[in-house]
């Protein structure tokens, strides 16, 4: 166990053993090509509540934890000459109440509902990292974005684009975070 050192200045403050993760999810979008604008949410295709990483499958005590993100990855399947520049608000709920949730819809949640379960938010991902015409992948590194997640242990998301973009039809997302639960 390790050893803390403690005065007066500090009593307060108690060691907390860090878990470190890595977990993915994946978005199928719909079987259309219609152009997304600047707001648009990226969401499964007839889903109308947020997608989620789930934390539960940890086997440990996930429920409620603070988490830091480190590091995001986006990969697509679509390789083609648009690419989506995304922008990542975490949240504690799977829906947000007053906001249309449904793929291509214009992201737009109420100030109270942002207030009440907005854990994070990660600006539009810088590198892009094209693998000829099949793949592409955004990378983010060296981050350090906290949030908490939800009794249940899971941390939903709204994936945006953050300028116009033209999709693939049934375009695939796959989305990893890394970091760690304290």
């Known amino acids: 166990m390790p050893t803390v050192t403690v005065d007066n200045t500090n009593l307060n403050q ?4 860090n878990t470190d993760f890595i977990i993915s999810t994946e978005i199928t979008r719909s079987s259309n090509t219609n152009i997304y604008e600047k707001s648009g949410i990226v969401n499964n295709s007839g889903s109308n509540t947020l997608p989620y990483f789930d934390f539960s499958t940890f ?4 429920n409620n934890r603070i988490l830091t993100i480190r590091t995001i990855v986006l990969t697509s399947n679509n390789g ?3 690419r989506i520049k995304p922008l990542l608000y975490f949240y ?3 829906n947000l109440i007053g906001s249309t949730l449904t793929d291509n819809s214009f992201f737009n949640p109420s100030y109270d509902e942002s207030k009440l379960k907005q854990v994070c938010t990660i600006e539009p991902l810088p590198v892009e990292l094209a693998y000829g015409n ?3 992948i955004i990378l983010q590194n060296e981050l ?3 949030g908490r997640l ?3 242990g899971k941390l939903y998301f709204a994936l945006l684009c953050d300028q116009g973009y033209t999709p693939k039809s049934e375009e695939k997302f796959f989305l990893t975070i890394k970091g760690y639960l304290s």
Request: proline share 0%.
């Open 134 to 136: 099949q793949i592409y």
């Open 144 to 146: 350090t974005r906290i």
């Open 92 to 94: 504690n709920s799977n």
């Open 59 to 62: 086997g440990i005590n996930v």
């Open 150 to 152: 939800d009794s249940t």
């Open 80 to 82: 083609g000459s648009t």
């Open 14 to 17: 108690v060691y907390t053993k």
